[in-house]
């Protein structure tokens, strides 16, 4: 399972949002699907159900956005926005 780290604050609405580490003072900006995939992480959601849930609001490819949605998870990870606990 996802979860943000500890260090983080963020504030998300249906314009994106942004996320502070406060530790470091840097700011992350979110665009709106973004935001969805953050605020479903934070909410303890599988990357499988995010994919869905955006398949099914956008009417997208599952494909497409199942290679989006890991290529920004990996992003989160490799920013240290986001850690894998089993």
Do not use: Y
Request: contains cysteine; charged residues 20%.
């Amino acid at each position: 399972m996802e979860f943000p780290t500890p260090q983080l604050r963020s504030v998300v609405d249906q314009d994106g949002g942004v996320i502070l580490d406060i530790n470091s003072d840097q700011f992350f900006s979110l665009n709106p699907i973004g935001a969805l995939i953050w605020t479903q992480l934070a909410n303890g959601k599988t990357l499988e159900q995010i994919k869905d849930a955006i398949a099914g609001q956008t009417g997208m490819d599952r494909a497409v956005i199942s290679t989006d949605v890991d290529e920004f998870v990996a992003d989160l990870k490799a920013k240290r926005l986001f850690h894998f606990c089993v």
